[in-house]
């Protein structure tokens, strides 16, 4: 199933704008429809953003016009652009792949997960 990597989070203050990445291993992104959850201390994970491997994208209504999930198939990589960044956006971000050809809400119907990258935002 190959390996996803997130990178990217760190510490930005409120108004900040922050790219995370996810890089796979062993599987060709380009085939693949990838997701963006996240987690916030105490909450469960949610769908933050997807893009299919048409390229054909999808949102949460939170970072509805304010974030965007692209891809570099050369690279093997997709990113998630995070502009205007809120308190409330502070969780741990992952990445995650299916083979399926539409975008998911559902953590069940991606096969395989990167470990996570950490995004705070000071008030």
């Known amino acids: 199933q190959g390996q996803l990597v997130e990178s990217g989070g760190g510490l930005v203050q409120t108004g900040d704008s922050l790219r995370i990445s996810c890089l796979a291993s062993?599987?060709?992104?380009?085939?693949?429809?990838v997701g963006w959850f996240r987690q916030a201390p105490g909450k469960a994970r949610e769908f933050v953003a997807g893009?299919?491997?048409?390229?054909?994208?999808f949102y949460a209504d939170a970072v509805k016009g304010r974030f965007t999930v692209s891809r570099d198939n050369a690279k093997n990589m997709v990113y998630l652009q995070m502009n205007s960044l809120r308190p409330e956006d502070t969780a741990d971000y992952y990445c995650?792949?299916?083979?399926?050809?539409?975008?998911?809400?559902?953590?069940?119907?991606?096969?395989?997960w990167g470990q996570g990258t950490q995004v705070t935002v000071s008030s």
């Open positions: 995650a792949a299916t083979r399926g050809a539409v975008v998911s809400l559902q953590e069940d119907d991606y096969d395989s």
């Open positions: 062993g599987r060709t992104l380009s085939s693949h429809t």
């Open positions: 893009i299919a491997w048409s390229s054909w994208t």
